[in-house]
T-cell receptor
Framework: NAGVTQTPKFQVLKTGQSMTLQCAQD?????MYWYRQDPGMGLRLIYY???????DKGEVPNGYNVSRLNKREFSLRLESAAPSQTSVYFC????????????????FGPGTRLLVL | AQKVTQAQTEISVVEKEDVTLDCVYE???????LFWYKQPPSGELVFLIR????DEQNEISGRYSWNFQKSTSSFNFTITASQVVDSAVYFC????????????WGAGTKLIIKP
């Protein structure tokens, strides 16, 4: 049981390049999230997917797109990277099922460090 | 407004001291969840505890304890007999039931435990 996995762990991009960050969870969770964390700050939600087939914008969606490929996988795409997107990106998942002990608890992947030059 | 305030930006104590991390929240909802997460220097985010707004019982887990008081909208976290391995950034977060699944995060408190 790997929990939440993210690839790659680290990436360097040039301004204008594109890339996709991959996230997968094996906990049978229905909801998945993408966050960014900038130095000395908390987490800011980029996009989330409450269930397979749905995605919604979070606090800072500009410059990003997402795809909920299936129940397990949720990818984040940067179409044209900018230096302002240099950050650590975290994927998380949670289950939304009333009565479960860990309902709505978000479990996080190890993060992807992205540097845009 | 829905908000989480962690007023202590950084705390430094000597090993074996007790330390309390403060968390004050604001929400208009009567039903919500509160969380604490730990982010050690290695960078991962580790879930520590979830508390339902209807459950005001304090929680103890080893050297960790949490004090939830709805009257003061606080959910404070105490580490007893701190250890160097407790050094990390600790985040408090709020999940109001009408938040569309979005967690509202505090800015975090950096805890430094000196040997």
């Amino acid at each position: 049981n790997a929990g939440v996995t993210q690839t790659p762990k680290f990436q360097v991009l040039k301004t204008g390049q594109s890339m996709t960050l991959q996230c997968a969870q094996d906990m049978n969770h229905n909801s998945m999230y993408w966050y960014r964390q900038d130095p000395g700050m908390g987490l800011r939600l980029i996009y989330y997917s409450a269930s397979e087939g749905t995605t919604d914008k979070g606090e800072v969606p500009n410059g990003y797109n997402v795809s909920r490929l299936n129940k397990r996988e949720f990818s984040l795409r940067l179409e044209s990277a900018a230096p302002s997107q240099t950050s650590v990106y975290f994927c998380a998942s949670s289950i939304l099922f009333p009565g479960l002990a860990d309902q709505e608890t978000q479990y996080f992947g190890p993060g992807t460090r992205l540097l845009v030059l | 407004a829905q908000k989480v305030t962690q007023a202590q930006t950084e705390i430094s104590v000597v090993e074996k001291e007790d330390v309390t991390l403060d968390c004050v929240y604001e929400t208009r909802d009567t039903t919500y969840y509160l969380f604490w997460y730990k982010q050690p220097p290695s960078g991962e985010l580790v879930f520590l505890i979830r508390r339902n707004s209807f459950d005001e019982q304090n929680e103890i887990s080893g050297r960790y304890s949490w004090n939830f008081q709805k009257s003061t909208s606080s959910f404070n976290f105490t580490i007893t007999a701190s250890q160097v391995v407790d050094s990390a950034v600790y985040f408090c977060a709020l999940n109001p039931m009408d938040s569309n699944y979005q967690l509202i995060w505090g800015a975090g408190t950096k805890l430094i435990i000196k040997p």
